[in-house]
């Protein structure tokens, strides 16, 4: 069965710092998607990125940074320059081939981030 | 991706009541998605609403509870049946553009709080 485990509850930084979200996953298939989403104090979740199990390539967008490593199982997000507007509850999640009609995903616990001005 | 929107936005409930929440896609969509965030919570599926026929229901959920409508490809509802305080919740429809590798697109929610 797939797992993603966010071990940060709550993360608070002061503006300007850089902060990295952790998230660890378990799988068995080979093929697989790996999610950020972001959930900000409105309620609404923004997908951020999918990447998947075949691309570990690293990626950049902006101040937002994700770094892939199957050899860890890891998924994990940095944000530079933080700023109060980052302030959110950070999801990962875990998407496996389908064997039925449809794609599921799985969520970790959550991130709560709160970055200080 | 598509524009989801969701109704009503938040509500309070009585106890033993229902309610339904509409979710409205401004595109067609093939997947769309139920799940529940309880408070403090990462987010559970609920269903999976199948257009034409009815919803494919995780464990822990069952129809009487929950019924879901699909009557077409931009549109779904989600009614919460004889509700009780542990059915407040952020309820949200997600949406998806195929069944494999696609990524879901994730509505506005609505918050219900159930008194």
């Known amino acids: 069965a797939q797992k993603v485990t966010q071990a940060q509850t709550e993360i608070s930084v002061v503006e300007k710092e850089d902060v990295t979200l952790d998230c660890v996953y378990e799988t068995r298939d080979t093929t697989y998607y790996l999610f950020w989403y972001k959930q900000p104090p409105s309620g609404e979740l923004v997908f951020l990125i999918r990447?998947?199990?075949?691309?570990?390539q690293n990626e950049i967008s902006g101040r937002y940074s994700w770094n892939f490593q199957k050899s860890t199982s890891s998924f994990n997000f940095t944000i530079t320059a933080s700023q109060v507007v980052d302030s959110a509850v950070y999801f990962c999640a875990l998407s496996e081939e389908p064997s039925g009609s449809a794609r599921q995903l799985t969520f970790g616990s959550g991130t709560q981030l709160t970055v200080l001005p | 991706s598509a524009v989801i929107s969701q109704k009503p936005s938040r509500d309070i409930c009585q106890r033993g009541t229902s309610l339904t929440i509409q979710c409205q896609v401004d595109?067609?969509?093939?997947?769309m998605f139920w799940y529940r965030q309880q408070p403090g919570q990462s987010l559970t599926l609920i269903a999976t609403a199948n257009q034409g026929s009815e919803a494919t229901y995780e464990s822990g959920f069952v129809i009487d509870k929950f019924p879901i409508s699909r009557p077409n490809l931009t549109f779904s509802t989600l009614t919460v049946s004889n509700m009780s305080p542990e059915d407040s919740s952020i309820y949200l429809c997600?949406?998806?553009?195929?069944?494999?590798?696609?990524?879901?697109?994730f509505g506005p929610g609505t918050r219900l709080t159930v008194l």
């Open positions: 990447r998947n199990s075949f691309d570990e």
């Open positions: 997600s949406v998806s553009q195929g069944a494999r590798a696609d990524t879901q697109y």
């Open positions: 595109s067609q969509v093939t997947m």
